[in-house]
């Protein structure tokens, strides 16, 4: 069984970073894709972006040219590194693994 744990969410100003991570037990996070998502208040999920099991990435419009995706194979994690954030990246941000989810990390930007 795979469990994922989300964490680095929180409070930012408009214009600020954070560094999500997802930390994977049960399935190495090199052996498949992980996927992020968000889902702001009263809105479906929504695909953030993707890190390939050979590492490549791929980012949605919302993050796109704002993110960094990297893989550590030493501790099985996932980090997505958001720069420039946005009231409109307000949302709960979740990773996917091997088709489980974690629990989702909460990102609020406002000033």
């Known amino acids: 069984q795979v469990q994922l744990v989300e964490s680095g969410g929180g409070l930012v100003q408009p214009g600020g970073s954070l560094r999500l991570s997802c930390e994977a037990s049960?399935?190495?996070?090199?052996?498949?894709?992980v996927q992020w998502y968000r889902q702001a208040p009263g809105k479906g999920r929504e695909l953030v972006a993707v890190?390939?099991?050979?590492?490549?990435?791929l980012y949605g419009d919302s993050v796109k040219s704002r993110s960094t995706n990297t893989s550590d194979n030493a501790t099985n994690t996932v980090h997505l590194q958001i720069n420039n954030l946005k009231p409109k990246n307000t949302a709960i941000y979740y990773c996917?693994?091997?088709?489980?989810w974690g629990q989702g990390t909460k990102v609020t930007v406002s000033s």
């Open positions: 049960g399935r190495a996070v090199s052996s498949e894709n």
């Open positions: 890190i390939g099991h050979l590492g490549t990435t």
């Open positions: 996917n693994h091997s088709m489980y």
